[in-house]
């Protein structure tokens, strides 16, 4: 059942993290309207009979090809990592995993791609899904495009205000965006909405998740469809440097990109899995999104696993500069990984991550967005660390998530005050 052809993986992705079927340890499951539960058997079903077939590999794969543009490269950040550690005691090595160049811009496609074309052989006839900052709505309706398919994307009525560039995007590529005035009017809203809305259009519709969270087989559903990212990742390291990296560093949000690059290392016992979170102003105020740092164990989006809610189980607004990392849930699987240490998650404050941007522009050429610019955060800690563990200095490769042209407003207004202020 692994996603991939590929042979030196040895069993199944799924039997290394996963339990109870729909589970991973105590994390996952549905926790939906009961209305929903033949949709999500059907799409289990569709899981293991139409994602792992050959047919779909080969068809998918052809379209990450032809449109996407992967395999994506891996770039060896040898300035980058020159600054970090001038005397090279620490990081030997860091890979650059370059889902920015991927169509629009990030790895989102990969999903929204692979989601679609799904729909399309289930005979699903309209696509709906959720954005908050919009880079997942972009996505979808770029699919949506390619596979001549009717798209409604709902969105918070203060993100449809505070994301206009990508509302016209979606618009342009001939979506519906639905302002969500419930609530908060953000991201959680209009995850709510969505799953309303496919309650009652659920044997027509196919709801586009853009993370590997949400219900049950959601989270392995996006996972399968991002391992591209970690098996492409190992075989290039491997071939970069005849050996694999002592660490794999991502970014987490809901953990789509940090779940693609972390899968093909799973069993590796040698290489340790960094997530990085976003500590907005500090994870002692009550201005981040760090769920596995500072959250509890709470049900969101239809799944149990960490959040960030009050003492009351109320879900709390999340806060980080990077519209794709302030989001008060993450996915499942990524709790499991925390409880049984086999990854390890650490944040990054709004500040260390503009700083981290604009170190890699400089030494690199690269505008990462804000998301991605968490994980470069703290590839020195992280190697520091690493290296003091394993008495040698040590190679990490980095999922870069996505480009910053997004992010370009939020690096002029904020990078002026941060050279300001040092
Ligand atoms: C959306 C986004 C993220 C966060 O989402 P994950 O599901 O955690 O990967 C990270 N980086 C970029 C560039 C994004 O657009």
């Known amino acids: 059942m692994s996603a ?10 799924e039997d290394a993290t996963k339990t109870k079927p729909g589970y991973f340890g ?3 499951g549905r926790f939906v309207a009961e209305t929903l ?24 794969r052809d379209l990450l090809a032809k449109y996407v543009g992967r395999p994506t490269p891996l770039s060896d950040a040898k300035r980058l990592a020159h600054s970090i550690d001038p005397a090279g005691a620490f990081l030997k090595h860091l890979y650059l995993k370059r889902e920015d160049l991927c169509h629009t811009g990030a790895h989102k496609i990969n999903n929204a791609l ?25 996505a979808t309706a770029t699919a949506c495009a390619l596979f001549d398919l009717p798209c409604e994307v709902y969105m918070g009525a203060e993100d449809v205000k505070r994301q206009a ?19 908060s009017r953000t991201l959680k809203d209009a995850m709510n909405e969505a799953l309303r809305d496919w309650v009652t259009h659920v044997g027509t519709t196919h709801y586009c998740i853009g993370s590997a969270a949400g219900p049950y087989p959601y989270p392995e559903l996006v996972a399968t469809l991002q391992a591209v990212i970690g098996d492409e990742a190992r075989a290039q390291v491997l071939a970069a440097q005849g050996a694999l990296p002592d660490g794999a560093v991502a970014c987490v949000g809901g953990g789509s ?5 972390f899968g093909a290392f799973l069993k590796d016992d040698g290489v340790a899995l960094y997530g990085v979170e976003a500590a907005g102003h500090g994870v002692h105020t009550d201005k981040h999104a760090a769920t596995l740092t500072a959250g509890r164990i709470g049900v969101l989006h239809g799944s149990k696993s960490y959040v960030l809610c009050d003492d009351g189980g109320q ?4 806060h980080s500069i990077s519209a794709g990392l302030d989001y008060p849930g993450v996915g499942p699987q990524h709790s499991y990984l925390k409880d049984t ?49 394993r008495g040698r200095a040590v190679s990490l490769v980095l999922a870069s998530s996505g480009r910053g042209d997004k992010d370009l407003a939020t690096y002029l207004e904020r990078l002026e005050v941060f050279r300001d202020a040092h």
Do not use: C
Request: avoid cysteine.
């Open 26 to 28: 105590p994390f996952g």
């Open 341 to 389: 240490g086999r990854a390890t998650y650490v944040s990054a404050t709004d500040d260390e991550a503009l700083a981290a941007a604009s170190l890699v522009a400089r030494t690199e050429g690269i505008i990462p967005a804000l998301e991605t610019a968490h994980a470069f955060a703290k590839i020195g800690d992280i190697a520091r660390e690493l290296s003091a563990a």
């Open 114 to 138: 692979g989601q679609a074309l799904l729909a399309k052989k289930m005979g699903k006839r309209r696509i709906i899904a959720e954005t908050g900052a919009g880079q997942h709505g972009v």
């Open 165 to 183: 560039p990508n509302v016209g995007r979606m618009k342009l590529l001939g979506a519906t965006v639905i302002p969500v005035m419930s609530g």
């Open 37 to 60: 539960i033949p949709a999500l058997d059907e799409l289990t079903h569709a899981l293991e009979t139409i994602v792992h077939t050959t047919g779909f590999q080969t068809e998918w």
């Open 4 to 13: 991939t052809p590929k042979g030196d993986q040895g069993g199944t992705r």
């Open 257 to 261: 990109n940090a779940i693609g690059l």
């Open 315 to 318: 879900i709390l607004e999340a």
